[in-house]
């Protein structure tokens, strides 16, 4: 291969993974974050997206096993999406007042 092909190849090379990085993060539907969360066993509503911040996915499950988030991780990255993971939710318990 000449010299110039080869400085042009690798030119054009850079230039479309320079592109791929840029990439903007989607905001993807209910039905597709479900779709994920089930494909990777977790239940419904478990797998967010927030309007606000696009390029965070958030995994809400108590103590995920090591293959739900993995399997989370790979959906997200390919998406060019962050993936946050919160273990633990916990609602306080409130007592009830007094009369």
């Not at 539907?29 to 779709?35: F, G, I, R, T, V």
């Not at 997200?76 to 633990?88: F, G, P, Q, S």
Request: aromatic share 6%; charged share 15%; net charge positive.
């Amino acid at each position: 291969m000449p010299r110039r092909v080869a400085s042009s190849l690798i030119l054009l090379v850079c230039g479309g993974l320079t592109l791929t990085a840029c990439a903007t993060a989607q905001m993807h539907s209910e039905a597709q974050l479900n779709d994920i969360a089930t494909s990777c066993g977790l239940a419904y509503g478990e797998v967010v997206q927030e309007a606000e911040e696009k390029r965070l996915l958030f995994l809400y499950k108590v103590a995920p096993r090591a293959q739900q988030r993995h399997c989370v991780y790979q959906w997200a990255h390919k998406n060019h999406l962050t993936l946050v993971i919160i273990n633990a939710v916990n609602d306080p318990i409130v007592p009830e007042p007094k009369s």
